[in-house]
């Protein structure tokens, strides 16, 4: 259960507060040149502290490769190893709170599927597991059969606000002047795939695309073309007319967000993904401890008020893997 | 990618137009009672022609078991093969309309996966394959594991309006009459299920059952709890909070939708799959066919105008596939 | 653990004595011509009854295909259902045979692993099974990637005999005459594989040809190459020193047996797999019922002396399907 | 492909000259004290060094933990990762060996599978890998499950010598001096296993431990009880007549070697695996450079003259991990 894909597979390890994060890219394929700068560049997107929206643990997050590359970084074809020390790993003592049940975290549902005396396995519930997904997906992005797709991620609305990336910034500093926190959605759009790639049934495209965005923590909805909205449309509207020009034939609109019937149609695929305000809230908040007694959880520390901005490299980084694994299944 | 399931597998196959359709359920434990009966009535749910607001098209839809039973109907622990002959199969003359695309339907993306030779594989395509998977699950809600498990979905809006039956049945006649079709969102509640149930990182509870909507025929959209509309709140609204009665810790809310973490926390669970109108109009459409021509597509025929009626009870099945698969891992 | 393969997947069912055998063939690509005759062919190899030395049983075995064909016999890429009917079904009486354990058949360890109520599970058990694989591999013979590629098993020793036609003929015979059962060891060589098919670590050709020829009841060894013999050998004796010849880079001699570090080399690929003697004889036998009361078995009844011999087209089949398995895993 | 198991899952990575080796063990439950001595004990025992029997490359094999355990080394249910430095990676000088093909090496199949860019890709062809597969064996030993269960390997004879340890130290002593190397066949007794364990089918127990042998390096052949010897059987010879005991039901014998139709009888399970001589010798011996010129490979540097001597942790290793695997399919 710590394996994502079929012929592309990530398999990871790591508690957050553990000795290091780390995984094992399988499936790529041998002569393709990766740069480490791409692999930095989206650790950092994705790491806290970059700016005042987001919390100020700072560590540095860049990965070790161990394996499956030549010293000129050219792929082997063998299994890629990496790993990432957790630098500040012994420093954080949540103390008593670790006898309390935080609102909406896994602490009680772990309890219940492990047992007491792994509590510290919940670590792998932390956001930090995302960032072996952001390794992952930065060395599949650089795949020959992903140069010419481009994956990008974007929030929408925060707080149910749509509006300007100042609009959006400071409806997170109201969330966190109050302690509290705030939802968002997270739109993505790959441009470049090809007509032609996914699967029928069970394997299809767009249902392999929401168990991927519904693996990131904190997401709470999945829709893709025009989603939710679609449930609210007659056919006439909702209809994708196709057309052609010089041969080749494409939808005048594209209401179906790049996949039919579980296969791209070459249109870009369109998806978004809904994130929860974050569970930790810097208040007093009720809650009971673990023999069910009456207990009051304190506020205190650092957190991101809005899970769904570091998201978004994560939410990419998901589509890479997705995306990089059809596409081996054409190529390998 | 015709298997859904770990420990409780479903293997499919069969074309809407050829000899059978049929699937093997493998990972049923033995000694469990099979009632041909809960089949039965499970399969009639979805068979079109059961009102006037669905298609008239008359198939028995019973499937013979043919392994994993002995003579009294009780699971030997063995892959329970079984078929359902599909009686009406040669009498549909699509003609003309086999070279035309039809909007939104798979017709172009299946001829860019597979070239234009399969084109009648898109048989695959067809909400008839859902069939099998109402059998699958009829037969895996009568495992003991589920007997305290109740799985209830319903339709809670047409086109946008939600209301009582008569209201939503009053969208589909007016959109039917225009030969148009409508969309629709179902909403499904499981009770009973335990706390501790899924699994974190690639197995969560949600993602799997995000995956499993997502496969079903028209399906756009997936949120569990508050969905969507999370990503519009603050997280002094969002928290449920935890109480106890009686030595039993549960939360007063259940805007989590009763899974934390990828787990489920022993309240009901609770999930909405958004449904696109039915893509085949029973008007004339522009199109292309396959050389890329302008052509007219002929509305005819029979269809169901709102495609999200008929998938409740399939819904309901790949829901009870999800939640067996997970009991069994723990019973096995 | 009904299913084998990875992009070519049997998945099978049916008890020896229920209502029918049958499969799922899932991953055939579209557009490959089936003749039936061929089915037909390798489903009466393995028939019983086709000469003096195998059982009288006398059932059909033609499949019926379900899907994945078009009216002509072209596959459509999608999975390919059959069914076999067991014409015999009920006519077999075990009577109180059911409460005695049979000495090296499955009955007590299926006791063990499903308790007694799921006995009749044990139809599984069965080398009826192997029908199954037959039709499969059957059917995977007519792939594209199969057309240069023969593979033939043969017997080469039988009770330790190694001799022609007549010899091994009459090793069985005497065998039969004392009501006694004889094993032997079948050889497989497969031709026309291109060098470079297979893979490193665990997924080794010579593994998976080891998994396959080891489901095969009553199989006892696999080895490939000089297989045991290679461990009383030196290393210059081994050695398979590789020649050129027009730029074609080969060995001469085949010690390796066609695969070295897993991965073909282009010479032919040799196994062996041995057989035990059938473990049902007509002779009386000394065991013990499920209580442990000490009881003689009775012989009765009518049986193949030697498996070994049923099991040529069998091990052909697995064969077949790993090799087909493997090559599309390059095409797909 | 670099993964093993179902419920417990190794997937592994490295090059025998690249940073590092390692792996991650995924599906050991939560609460089992793991012992560092255990692993440095079995690791010892594969190292190469250890006496004059085998190579002197001296490198300490101690793996770094790096998650899935507490400070005090407790298993978390969380994936265990671990990585072993390669001390002496770049001190390996191959020079125009590269250009050559080594007899028996995989060097000319890894060309024909991944072609020439990945040619360094062959240090998964190493036998350094076995130290992932040993390392997550001593983890697994150490499973409460496994506690009673012994797994012991020996080697039986050594170039067709079978005898004490001093004679077979001789053979291999000839072989070394004369620049030759000696194949070798190692038996492994597994006790205390409870019958009932394993699957019918494509999961037979014996299916899954000859995958896991033959995934060994230089492993030319497996069988289990009786093995290729029960080929030259008759079944009267062959028969395991049950008895029984203070209601203990059990065999007199174990020409079967433990199993049955696929699951384990209660009775030790014994199976033998036969490896073919070290490919590399001292010795100067003709072959082909990669343009297929023919060429004289030196005999130089150090390697083990007979490689099933260092294969004995690692059959112990893979046994482990398959019986642990089936093990944990019922406590899950």
């Known amino acids: 259960m710590n394996t994502f894909g079929r012929n592309l597979r990530l398999t990871t390890f790591g508690e957050s507060h553990g000795k290091a994060m780390g995984g094992i890219l399988d499936g790529m394929p041998g002569g393709v040149k990766i740069e480490m700068d791409v692999i930095i560049r989206e650790t950092a997107r994705r790491r806290p502290g970059q700016n005042h929206l987001v919390t100020a643990r700072n560590e540095k997050d860049i990965p070790e490769l161990l394996s499956g590359l030549t010293d000129d970084m050219v792929t082997l074809g063998t299994p890629i190893g990496f790993i990432v020390r957790n630098t500040d790993q ?126 990131i923590n904190a997401a709470k909805g999945f829709e893709y073309g025009d989603g939710f909205a679609a449930a609210t449309m007659y056919g006439t509207e909702h209809a994708d007319i196709f057309t052609s020009k010089d041969g080749h034939i494409y939808t005048e609109t594209n209401h179906s967000g790049g996949i039919q019937g579980g296969i791209s149609n070459g249109m870009p695929i369109l998806f978004r993904v809904a994130f929860k305000p974050t569970p930790t809230l810097l208040r007093d908040i009720d809650t009971v401890d673990k023999a069910g007694n009456a207990r009051i959880l304190k506020g205190k520390g650092r957190h991101d008020p809005c899970v769904a901005l570091r998201a978004i490299p994560v939410v990419e980084a998901m589509a890479v893997l997705v995306i990089a694994d059809e596409l081996l299944s054409y190529n390998d």
């Open 90 to 215: 012994r420093s954080v003592d949540y103390g008593e709170m670790a006898e309390l049940y935080r609102p909406n975290h896994a602490d009680f549902t772990y309890d219940q599927r492990y047992g007491l005396h792994e509590a510290r396995g919940g670590g792998r519930a932390s956001a930090r597991e995302t960032l072996n997904w952001v390794i992952g997906g930065a060395i599949a992005r650089q795949l020959p059969c992903m140069q010419n797709i481009s994956v990008n991620a974007n929030i929408i609305s925060i707080g149910g606000i749509k509006g300007s990336s100042e609009e959006l910034a400071s409806v997170v500093e109201e969330a966190m002047k109050r302690g509290d926190s705030v939802g968002g959605v997270v739109e993505c759009v790959i441009e470049g795939v090809p007509a032609g790639i996914g699967n029928p049934v069970f394997g299809k495209l767009h249902a392999r695309l929401a168990q991927a965005m519904m693996s």
